[in-house]
């Protein structure tokens, strides 16, 4: 497939008021950089499959290792990252941890990311 170059003006005209409507809404950059980072989460596909698995219940990393067919270690590691980016919370019961989505925001993500990549 050969690839359209990505068109560019054909002069420098500068829109003042498009710049000032840009620069009223642009979002602080340690914002921006939480965000970004944010988004890193979901580039990991191992991270994606851990959370499919946590949005039809909690499970503990023994579920989840035999569910993914990957150790208790890749999964703990895993869950480590998703945790500290409060994308899924733990509770005790007795020897078990068990980890579920720590709110509906990430199923809004993730659904959100499924619908834009079948629109074309």
């Known amino acids: 497939m050969i690839e359209k170059p990505i068109e560019i003006c054909d002069g420098e005209e500068v829109h003042e008021e498009l710049l ?9 950059e340690t914002e921006l950089y939480d965000l970004a980072e944010l988004f890193k989460v979901f580039g990991d596909s191992t991270r994606i499959r851990i959370l499919f698995v946590l949005f039809e219940t909690e499970v503990c ?7 993914l067919n990957m150790t208790q270690s890749a999964i703990s590691h895993q869950l480590k990252i998703l945790k500290q980016n409060k994308l899924v919370k733990s509770r005790r019961d007795g020897k078990s941890i068990f980890y ?21």
Not at 20 to 28: A, F, P, S
Not at 62 to 67: K, R
Not at 100 to 120: C, K, N, P, W, Y
Request: glycine content about 6%; aromatic content about 0%.
């Open 20 to 28: 000032n409507i840009v620069q009223e809404k642009m979002l602080e």
């Open 61 to 67: 990393v023994c579920d989840l290792a035999q569910a």
């Open 100 to 120: 579920s989505l720590a709110d509906d925001h990430v199923r809004t993500i993730i659904a959100q990311g499924r619908e834009h990549i079948e629109e074309g």
